[in-house]
T-cell receptor, first 112, second 112 residues
Framework: NAGVTQTPKFQVLKTGQSMTLQCAQD?????MSWYRQDPGMGLRLIHY???????DQGEVPNGYNVSRSTTEDFPLRLLSAAPSQTSVYFC???????????FGPGTRLTVT | GDSVTQMEGPVTLSEEAFLTINCTYT??????LFWYVQYPGEGLQLLLK?????DKGSNKGFEATYRKETTSFHLEKGSVQVSDSAVYFC???????????FGKGTLLTVNP
């Protein structure tokens, strides 16, 4: 997980609350993405970015917003949390033609 | 669209047993194929990869061969250890595409 940090590690929210999950990298990689991991579902892509100022939707974007103002940071915002957003969230980065994706340690979110 | 199907677990083995975790995929063109491993409480780590047909990826005693004719990328290890206990994910990245598509994961438990 070197080079990718995520905060917080754990979070409990009430339905309707908002919060931002932080992802930061120090590897200067162009590609950053957010996944959610749910039991029996594997990892599903929420949003991704191929560079500062460029973002796009993944497989499950509803209820989440992102922005990429710098190369280093890619925050994920939940505007109005719902119990269905209870999950473990992973940030990943990548670079290069045959790039490999490096994952952060994850944020475990519970919405009650 | 792209998809990955991998062997459902959980898989329980004794130490020094032979391991196979099956993975097949559906994709257009020639995707890159990956195996990631997730140890308890951690993020995903790249275990091995293959970028073209007949390539063999290998790492830490694990191997997988990219078989285009059977659209498969099965993970094997000749002698598992207790420390190999983890969740294993097969994934693909389409040609010219940044996004990873994951299988649902296979939990491996190795008993002493």
């Amino acid at each position: 997980n070197a080079g990718v940090t995520q905060t917080p590690k754990f979070q409990v929210l009430k339905t309707g609350q908002s919060m931002t999950l932080q992802c930061a990298q120090d590897m200067n990689h162009e590609y950053m993405s957010w996944y959610r991991q749910d039991p029996g579902m594997g990892l599903r892509l929420i949003h991704y970015s191929v560079g500062a100022g460029i973002t796009d939707q993944g497989e499950v974007p509803n209820g989440y917003n992102v922005s990429r103002s710098t190369t280093e940071d890619f925050p994920l915002r939940l505007l109005s949390a719902a119990p269905s957003q209870t999950s473990v969230y992973f940030c990943a980065i990548g670079q290069g033609e045959n790039y490999e994706q490096y994952f952060g340690p994850g944020t475990r979110l519970t919405v009650t | 669209g792209d998809s990955v199907t991998q062997m459902e677990g959980p898989v329980t083995l004794s130490e020094e047993a032979f391991l196979t975790i099956n993975c097949t995929y559906t994709a257009t063109g020639y995707p890159s194929l990956f195996w990631y491993v997730q140890y308890p409480g951690e993020g995903l780590q790249l275990l091995l990869k293959a970028t073209k047909a007949d390539d063999k990826g290998s790492n830490k005693g694990f191997e997988a061969t990219y078989r285009k004719e059977t659209t498969s990328f099965h993970l094997e290890k000749g002698s598992v250890q207790v420390s190999d206990s983890a969740v294993y994910f097969c994934a693909l990245r389409g040609l010219g595409n940044y996004k990873l598509t994951f299988g649902k994961g296979t939990l491996l438990t190795v008993n002493p």
